[in-house]
């Protein structure tokens, strides 16, 4: 597991509990989510049991990027977009 860095004000979520109750609170099934910070893919995981329609994680480290390319890369429904929040023109997506 990479460690998280400061200088993004960085810390992973790993609380299988805590992630449950986040993903229960929204209506995910056929809907389209957009995960900010996914990290290693804890919550991702529990948003894709879900069943959402499509699923867009924004993420500007690139250790993580690769990390998650490989995670998901046979999974049509993830869509990773390797850029910061902040920056991120949502114009162009396509869904």
């Known amino acids: 597991m990479l460690k998280p860095k400061k ?10 509990n805590i992630c449950k109750k986040i993903v ?6 056929n809907n389209i989510v957009l995960e900010i910070g ?3 893919g804890f919550m991702t995981d529990f948003i894709l049991k ?4 499509k699923l867009f994680i924004i993420e500007k480290d690139l250790r993580l990027i690769n990390l998650l390319k490989k995670k998901y890369e046979s ?5 990773i977009i390797a850029n910061d929040i902040l920056k991120h023109d949502f114009k162009n997506i396509k869904i």
């Open 50 to 53: 879900k069943k959402p329609l």
């Open 75 to 79: 999974n049509d429904k993830v869509r």
């Open 7 to 16: 200088s993004l004000s960085q810390n992973f979520l790993i609380d299988k």
């Open 38 to 40: 996914p990290g290693h």
């Open 24 to 29: 229960n609170l929204p209506r995910i099934k």
